[in-house]
């Protein structure tokens, strides 16, 4: 590496153009992702960026662990591409909670390594001790946390919250305590690695203890706020290494995850704080156990007669939840909706800013199935239209309709903005059964008089009514 | 306050001092890029923008690279926390850029179908 170009490819100055170019492109590819049309090159772009900071990264004078490298790059593709490759659509949350997580665990992972390679910072400027300490708390807090997110949303745990009561509080301050104790102590002094390791592991504990407790509704806000913490650990861990890209990338993460984090939660009118206190789970527990006894009687019906109703309506709005995303109904939804639309009816589809899992959730589901974005309608813009409505046909959404969040203040959702399915004239609900929602909690729409009830998997349901369709 | 003296110290003396003052406001200005940038995202694109960021932090990827490229006589414990913060970043990079990308696909379609729809009407 003694020649001109090589001490030219190798050069500090260099190295910063091409950072620069590589976030730069970030940026453009980013603001991109702003519109449905430039979205996909936006992402490209911004992919075209990362690889521009690989390379600048690579470029070094007498490089090490070549092999080790190549390895690593090889056998991370060779997991990474098929699981993003195969993952179904409905399981896209949690695929994103898990890519999060590593993401998290390889900040953590880093600080760790650091940390040995530098004796304990004992010959770094304070400066770089605090930086990398901070990416170890947040980044193993957001590991963990991704991997309950995971878990729960995979099934794999219980959705419903899991806390250790009374003593769920002083156990989380206590674990954040020690971790912030622990990095303190490396910031000030150089300390063996079993203090490293402490710090690493009381962080896990509270991920763990801060993303248990909280029940599978408010799971998205969570997913959001973990992605946040991983930008921001990446960020510091930029500054530790002295890494520009790391920064300004790792930054413009966290901040954007803030922002949407913070969204979210104006949607679901709770403040962030609420989601972490993880006061919903308590409640919801409650509630259940509570049960509310007489509701009344629940009406079931056929799809013969559902496909009558639609088919002499002239405005049918299609109300989507988790459950659609479940039977994987998406296409068979669109088929019906083609042939509903071939008799004169309009059709539009109400989608609730926290309809699944992720916000945009369902909106991708119905991109999937080739439905017109312009019949895709966001809660706002088609409240006001249910009174206009005859039928509302609510697929597999149950939490997002219900009545309860504006008339009962006892309900744990209570306050939370709904679509108004009740105002249209008639409402057909497709459920498997009647157990309850997400969040656990019941539905007094499923009694009202109204509402006929189309047991059975959604995506079977819709296919009969559209038989039943095609008939007529 | 030692702590303190020695950071303040250290970062008036080192050659590390004017970088971390670089570092501190590209830190904060990026922030407000970001803040700028995504606030105009509109709904039906939050669940792929939080996927392409995902994949936006898997730069820490960098950290791995970077350590272990630079890295002379790393000793075996830290090679292999290394490896796997490498084998992790790349996870997060790889698969997240490719399942955002499949999610956005599907909304590239739509401009053809919507006027498919209309001529229909």
Request: glycine share 10%; with cysteine; net charge negative.
């Amino acid at each position: 590496m003694s020649t001109p170009i090589a001490s030219f490819l190798t050069d500090a100055n260099f190295k910063s153009v091409l950072y620069i170019i590589s976030f730069g492109l970030f940026i453009y590819g980013l603001s991109g992702l702003t519109g449905p049309k430039t979205a996909v090159r936006g992402n490209r772009i911004a992919a075209v960026g990362m690889a521009v900071a690989v390379i600048a990264t690579l470029l070094v004078d007498d490089f090490n662990n070549a092999a080790l490298i190549v390895i690593g790059c090889v056998v991370g593709t060779a997991i990474g591409v098929p699981a993003a490759r195969n993952v179904k659509m409905t399981q896209m949350p949690q695929m994103v909670a898990l890519f999060n997580g590593v993401g998290g665990g390889a900040v953590a992972l880093i600080a760790w390594a650091e940390f040995r390679e530098t004796d304990g910072f004992a010959f770094e400027p304070t400066y770089i001790a605090i930086f990398s300490v901070f990416s170890a708390i947040v980044g193993s807090i957001s590991f963990w946390g991704s991997n309950v997110a995971f878990a729960k949303l995979q099934e794999l745990i219980h959705g419903r919250p899991i806390t250790l009561g009374a003593l769920q509080l002083p156990a989380q301050i206590l674990m954040l305590g020690a971790a912030i104790a622990a990095g303190v102590a490396i910031c000030a002094d150089p300390q063996e690695e079993i203090v490293m390791v402490g710090l690493l592991v009381a962080a896990a504990i509270f991920g763990l203890l801060l993303v248990l407790p909280i029940g599978g509704a408010d799971m998205p806000v969570v997913i959001s706020l973990l992605n946040a913490f991983t930008g921001l650990a990446a960020a510091a861990a930029g500054v530790s290494l002295d890494n520009q890209a790391l920064i300004v990338a790792g930054m413009i993460v966290g901040a954007s995850g803030t922002i949407l984090t913070q969204q979210m939660a104006v949607a679901m009118n709770r403040t962030i704080t609420s989601v972490i206190a993880g006061g919903f789970g308590g409640e919801v527990t409650a509630a259940v156990g509570a049960g509310d006894g007489e509701q009344g009687t629940v009406r079931s019906t056929s799809a013969a007669d559902v496909a009558i109703q639609m088919a002499y309506a002239s405005q049918v709005v299609v109300v989507p939840g988790y459950g659609m995303a479940v039977s994987q109904a998406q296409h068979a939804v669109r088929e019906m909706a083609k042939l509903l639309e071939s008799k004169g009816v309009t059709v539009k589809y109400a989608i609730h800013p926290v309809a699944g899992r992720m916000p945009g959730h369902m909106n991708v589901l119905l991109a999937e199935a080739d439905v017109p974005y312009d019949q895709l309608k966001e809660m706002d813009d088609i409240n006001g239209e249910f009174s206009r409505t005859d039928v509302s046909l609510v697929i597999g959404a149950n939490d997002v309709t219900n009545p309860d969040a504006r008339t009962k203040p006892e309900s744990p959702i209570y306050g939370m903005p709904i679509l108004n399915v009740d105002e249209s004239s008639s409402i057909i609900v497709l459920k498997r059964s009647m157990s309850s929602g997400y969040a656990g909690i019941d539905n007094p729409l499923f009694f009202n008089p109204k509402t006929s009830m189309l047991f059975g998997d959604a995506k079977g349901s819709v296919e009969s009514v559209t038989e039943e369709l095609k008939a007529l | 306050m030692t702590t303190l003296t020695t950071l303040l110290a250290s970062t008036a003396e080192s050659p590390q001092a004017s970088n971390l003052v670089t570092n501190l406001a590209i830190l904060v200005l990026s922030g407000f890029v970001g803040y700028a940038v995504i606030s105009k995202v509109p709904n039906t694109l939050h669940t792929p923008l939080m996927s392409g960021t995902n994949a936006i932090h898997g730069i820490v990827v960098l950290g791995g690279l970077l350590l272990l490229a630079t890295g002379e006589d790393l000793g075996t414990g830290t090679t292999v926390i290394l490896f796997v913060a490498l084998l992790f970043g790349v996870i997060n990079v790889i698969g997240g850029f490719v399942v955002t990308d499949r999610m956005l696909e599907m909304f590239k379609q739509k401009p053809k179908e919507q006027i498919e729809a209309g001529s229909e009407q």
